[in-house]
T-cell receptor, first 113, second 115 residues
Framework: EAQVTQNPRYLITVTGKKLTVTCSQNMNHEYMSWYRQDPGLGLRQIYYSMNVEVTDKGDVPEGYKVSRKEKRNFPLILESPSPNQTSLYFC????????????FGPGTRLTVL | AQSVTQLGSHVSVSEGALVLLRCNYSSSVPPYLFWYVQYPNQGLQLLLKYTTGATLVKGINGFEAEFKKSETSFHLTKPSAHMSDAAEYFCAVSPLGSGYSTLTFGKGTMLLVSP
């Protein structure tokens, strides 16, 4: 089954404790993105990747890091989480630029205390 | 920079009534346009998309949208609402000819369907 998986689905942590949210897709997609969703703000892109070892900032990259060492994986790293990073995070992947469907993961709900 | 405006954070309709969710975009060049739906506690699912060609686009679950360049709009409609349509709907745009695959989303419209 074609899918995007994220882990963990739910995470409660404390300020400053490094964490990683994993994202994996089994569709051999080149393009992957991370978004955060906040009430009243919709989804905002954090980082995206066009291919292995190629990443770039989205609209709200501050406080986040990503890596793309393998085509299928695109982890999101919070080196020192803060309460304003409490949000719902989605990973997405796309085969082609622009026109093609973005496939979204199920989401990770992060709470930073 | 592109932006997407969805008019109304909440829209309420009765079952069987027409659904109309509004989306306007700002872009000097018509972008690619998308509607996504998010059911409670789930990720986003593509409803329909416009890239080129026919301006009336049909999607899943009986939804359709019409691209109107002169109005910079891409409103989503469904003739008859079902209870199962209750969800949050997001309009999104992707720059035409962009060098990467990215979407700019609107803030979303929650569709409420009453019996």
């Amino acid at each position: 089954e074609a899918q995007v998986t994220q882990n963990p689905r739910y995470l409660i942590t404390v300020t400053g404790k490094k964490l990683t949210v994993t994202c994996s897709q089994n569709m051999n997609h080149e393009y992957m993105s991370w978004y955060r969703q906040d009430p009243g703000l919709g989804l905002r892109q954090i980082y995206y990747s066009m291919n292995v070892e190629v990443t770039d900032k989205g609209d709200v990259p501050e406080g986040y890091k990503v890596s793309r060492k393998e085509k299928r994986n695109f982890p999101l790293i919070l080196e020192s989480p803060s309460p304003n990073q409490t949000s719902l995070y989605f990973c997405a992947s796309t085969l082609e630029r622009g026109t093609d469907t973005q496939y979204f993961g199920p989401g990770t709900r992060l709470t930073v205390l | 920079a592109q932006s997407v405006t969805q008019l109304g954070s909440h829209v309420s309709v009765s079952e069987g009534a027409l659904v109309l969710l509004r989306c306007n975009y700002s872009s000097s060049v018509p972008p690619y346009l998308f509607w996504y739906v998010q059911y409670p506690n789930q990720g986003l699912q593509l409803l329909l998309k416009y890239t080129t060609g026919a301006t009336l686009v049909k999607g899943i679950n009986g939804f359709e949208a019409e691209f109107k360049k002169s109005e910079t709009s891409f409103h989503l409609t469904k003739p008859s609402a079902h209870m199962s349509d209750a969800a949050e709907y997001f309009c999104a745009v992707s720059p035409l000819g962009s060098g990467y695959s990215t979407l700019t989303f609107g803030k979303g419209t929650m569709l409420l369907v009453s019996p």
